[in-house]
Nanobody, 122 residues
Framework: QVQLVESGGGLVQAGGSLRLSCAASVRTLRTYIMGWVCRVPGKEREFVSALSKRGGSTYYADSVKARFTISRDDAKNTVLFTMNNLKPEDTAVYYC???????????????WGRGTQVTVSS
């Protein structure tokens, strides 16, 4: 069973930055596509970003391109998510997710963390 634990959320002013971390209880991250998905209360989860199994390809929702960066530290089995120039509309719970199968930009992941709240004030 894969366990994912997010950390790093919080309250930040618009224009500020946060870095989320996701610690994964896996032998190697190279077995999984790692992603970040967000959810606003009352709405469906939305794909935000994903990292390919080999770590060479990254994908972002249009709303976060050029502001957010996904990366990973294989030695620590940790996925990082750097969020710059945050906007109030980025406010959401952000979930770390892992997928064994083919790459996807949907919410179809096999394992999920519990989420971390990101709140951006105007």
């Amino acid at each position: 069973q894969v366990q994912l634990v997010e950390s790093g959320g919080g309250l930040v002013q618009a224009g500020g930055s946060l870095r989320l971390s996701c610690a994964a209880s896996v032998r190697t991250l190279r077995t999984y596509i790692m992603g970040w998905v967000c959810r606003v209360p009352g709405k469906e989860r939305e794909f935000v970003s994903a990292l390919s199994k080999r770590g060479g390809s990254t994908y972002y929702a249009d709303s976060v391109k050029a502001r957010f960066t996904i990366s990973r530290d294989d030695a620590k089995n940790t996925v990082l998510f750097t969020m710059n120039n945050l906007k109030p509309e980025d406010t959401a719970v952000y979930y770390c997710a892992a997928r064994i199968g083919a790459f996807t930009t949907t919410n179809e992941y096999d394992y999920w963390g519990r989420g971390t709240q990101v709140t951006v004030s105007s």
